[in-house]
């Protein structure tokens, strides 16, 4: 069993989408640490090695379920959880316990939403119903949104966390709505 070996659970494929798991969850590591660049160079890896994993299962015919699923909890990791906890880190860091809390709630929202709409396109996979475009927004966007937000609250364009919160809510309903997003 080779690293081109399609049955191999740890071909090349699967070992770019585990190191797209590996680099959310160190990114998660400096997150809390109060480490965002780090962690914001290590999200761009994730998103880099998701775009690779792609492209070798599909040039060297690795695809498999166990890749698709596989690629889903690193999307789940490096696009839903550790985007939300950047910006939740971010944005409370000076709070109080009650904002932190409400502030709390909206990210775990966030964070089921991301979750639901991974589930749901992968059940849309497996019945064969995946079009050429996106129903919903698909996570890697909604992480670069948060990251937007990221952006906007650093450096001072919007400096209400409630506001980012509410900006939060929004594109976590848009994760599961009937937004049309074209395939790239």
């Not at 049955?7 to 480490?35: M, P, Q, S």
């Not at 998103?47 to 299962?57: E, S």
Request: glycine letters at 8%; a negative charge.
């Amino acid at each position: 069993m080779g690293l081109f070996d399609k049955n191999n659970r740890f071909n090349i494929a699967n070992l770019i989408t585990f190191g797209n798991i590996a680099a959310g969850l160190i990114a998660i590591h400096f997150i809390v640490h109060g480490d965002y660049f780090t962690a914001i160079i290590l999200a761009w890896i994730a998103g880099a090695l998701d775009i690779a994993d792609g492209k070798v299962a599909r040039k060297y015919n690795l695809s498999t379920e166990f890749g698709i699923q596989v690629d889903s909890y690193a999307d789940f990791i490096s696009f839903v959880v550790m985007p939300s906890f950047l910006l939740y880190y971010a944005i409370t860091e000076q709070s109080s316990g009650l904002e932190q809390l409400i502030l709390g709630l909206v990210f775990i929202f966030y964070i089921i939403s991301g979750l639901r709409r991974l589930i749901e396109f992968n059940i849309e996979v497996e019945v064969g119903e995946a079009a050429k475009y996106f129903v919903g927004v698909p996570t890697p966007l909604g992480a670069i949104l948060l990251w937007v937000l990221y952006l906007l609250y650093a450096y001072g364009l919007i400096g209400n966390s409630y506001v980012i919160g509410a900006l939060a809510l929004v594109i976590a309903w848009s994760l599961n709505s009937k937004l049309k997003i074209k395939h790239p």
